[in-house]
Structure formats: C-alpha cells, structure tokens
C-alpha cells in the first residue's frame, strides 16, 4: 500500500467519524420567580425535550426590581423544576445565585444499562 492511499483512506475515516459525532449543546430557560403553573409546565415539557435530544439545560430564574429580596422563591421553583424531571436528568450544579439570576444545569441521564450491573 502506497503512502498516499494510506493518506486519503485515513482522511476519510476522520470524516465520517466527524460526521456522526453529537456535540451536546447547553440549552437555556428563562423563567421569572412569579411564573405561572401553565408557563411552568411548558417550560418544562420543553426543557425534557431538550434533553431527550441528549443536551444539558440551564434553568435560570432572573430576579428583577425587589424581587432579589426573595431569593428562597427562585431556588423553590429551580428546586421544583429539577424534581419534575427528576426521571430523564441529573443535577449537574445546583441552584446558585450570580448576581441577579439564579441557575441550576441538569444533564440527561445515562440511559444505556451498565455491564457491571447483574
């Protein structure tokens, strides 16, 4: 085999195995800490979509104006939101202030069944 052929046949491979790569995305929601029950729920049903794609979610909760005073609202809601997808997602950070918006990343969970378990 020539040099050359080795060359293009490697190329190649490389591109195919660039192709069919998936690079997970973050994808963000915003919500407010007075969210309504419906809103809350399509935020939701959207963030599950998201991670059955196989992306993380970054959930934030912007405080505006006095709202900042009611911090323990925001991580009831992130604490709630986290729970209702507690069957496809893992909490890869917790609920933590930053200036006025408060964040929690989940990540979809492993669904592939391990080796080791028998």
């Known amino acids: 085999m020539d040099y050359g ?3 293009f046949e490697q190329a190649k491979k490389e591109k195919e195995a660039r192709r069919n ?3 997970v995305e973050i994808k963000e929601i915003r919500m407010s800490p007075g969210i309504d029950k419906h809103d809350f729920e399509v935020k939701q049903r959207s963030a599950q979509r998201f991670l ?5 979610v970054k ?3 912007r405080f505006k104006g006095r709202a900042i005073t009611h911090t323990s609202l ?3 809601l992130l604490i709630r939101f986290s729970e209702g997808l507690n ?12 200036g ?3 964040s929690l990343v989940l990540a979809p969970k492993n669904t592939k069944p391990d080796a080791k378990q028998s």
Do not use: C, T, Y
Request: hydrophobic fraction near 30%; proline fraction near 3%.
């Open 5 to 7: 052929k080795f060359r």
């Open 21 to 23: 790569q998936h690079v």
């Open 52 to 56: 059955s794609d196989g992306n993380k």
């Open 59 to 61: 959930v934030s909760v």
């Open 74 to 76: 925001g991580e009831q």
């Open 87 to 98: 069957d496809i997602a893992n909490v890869e950070k917790a609920p933590k202030l930053e």
């Open 100 to 102: 006025r918006n408060m």
